[in-house]
């Protein structure tokens, strides 16, 4: 479930430098009362509350969308919606050209403009009940144009896993999606590092959890009544922003797409200088693409927030 009854607690992760010890230090960099144990409170993206919609389907080139609904963008009879997930800022523009790589938006109010590198949703309202919604990055900026980079929000190395790691996927009861889609939430990283047993081995666990509004005593849970069942799978592939997840039984595959989901899986040990490492993650997530026409079923999962950077030293280990 989201929550337990700690107090509240802000810790900014610390960089690592490139080593699995890293990851360590960043689950414990300073001590704490309860056994070690840190909170990184961060806020619901403004793209995030995007994506919970079932009417919007991402996509990460224009190529994906019928030519027939896209030919009105193309010749600039309906337009286009940017919209920046940092601060909700919302801009009508036309589409002067795609490429395969980017696309080119001209802008109606030079208030607009970006700076490179920044981050922008294109949205292409095809129908009333379904549009488009494409991440880009800026790439160039033009007089009253942008010059839009498309990227996949999964852009990060991924890491196929050679072992069978079981993971389990709970969907989330109807109010928690309401919660995120209204900013009723906040929602909170715990990262514990536990002491080392006999063994040598230390358990770390990352998990995100949802509480109501800023009272942090007072949790929304993924035991909800009207929750789905957990589903049992195994992982594909791991990155900082997300996973990809097979699932030998899917029954309503429809279901669970744009839905969020919570994941819970225990990586395999890993050695370190003097002891060993095992870590549970606990993300939270949205399915973005189910694939059914192979079995096992496969889940597309974009993480709520992405893991730190520290653990790909850990991924790397997993995978060699």
């Given at each position: ?91 009508s523009a036309t589409l002067h050209t795609v490429e395969r790589t980017y696309l080119m938006a001209e802008l109606e109010h030079s208030t607009f403009m970006r700076k490179p590198g920044e981050m922008l949703l294109v949205v292409f309202p095809v129908l009333p009940q379904r549009h488009y919604v494409l991440q880009t ?140 490492l095992q870590l549970m993650l606990q993300p939270l997530g949205i399915v973005r693409n189910v694939r059914t026409t192979v079995s096992p079923a496969t889940l597309h999962i974009r993480f ?17």
């Amino acid at each position: 479930m989201f929550g337990s009854d700690m107090a509240r607690t802000r810790v900014e992760p610390r960089a690592g430098k490139g080593k699995p010890m890293s990851v360590c230090r960043l689950f414990s960099p300073t001590p704490a009362p309860g056994g070690g144990r840190e909170r990184i409170a961060f806020e619901i993206g403004e793209d995030i509350r995007l994506f919970l919609s079932p009417s919007n389907i991402q996509i990460n080139s224009p190529d994906h969308i019928e030519d027939a609904l896209l030919q009105p963008f193309r010749t600039k009879h309906k337009p286009i919606l940017l919209l920046s997930p940092h601060n909700g800022k919302v801009m009508s523009a036309t589409l002067h050209t795609v490429e395969r790589t980017y696309l080119m938006a001209e802008l109606e109010h030079s208030t607009f403009m970006r700076k490179p590198g920044e981050m922008l949703l294109v949205v292409f309202p095809v129908l009333p009940q379904r549009h488009y919604v494409l991440q880009t990055t800026v790439e160039a900026v033009y007089s009253g144009r942008l010059k839009l980079q498309y990227q996949d929000p999964r852009y990060d190395r991924r890491w196929s896993m050679p072992l069978a790691i079981p993971v389990t996927v709970q969907g989330a009861p109807m109010e928690i999606m309401i919660a995120l889609a209204h900013r009723q939430g906040h929602l909170v990283r715990e990262m514990t590092l536990a002491p080392s047993q006999p063994n040598g081995t230390r358990q770390g666990d990352l998990a995100d959890r949802l509480y109501e509004s800023d009272a942090l005593e007072s949790c929304l849970a993924m035991g909800g009544g009207d929750a789905s069942p957990p589903l049992t799978g195994s992982l594909k592939d791991l990155s900082l922003g997300g996973a990809c997840v097979t699932l030998a039984d899917l029954p309503q595959p429809d279901e669970l797409l744009q839905r969020v989901i919570l994941l819970r899986m225990t990586l395999p040990r890993i050695p370190l200088d003097t002891t060993s490492l095992q870590l549970m993650l606990q993300p939270l997530g949205i399915v973005r693409n189910v694939r059914t026409t192979v079995s096992p079923a496969t889940l597309h999962i974009r993480f709520l927030q992405r893991l730190p950077k520290e653990m790909e030293p850990l991924f790397e280990a997993l995978c060699t």
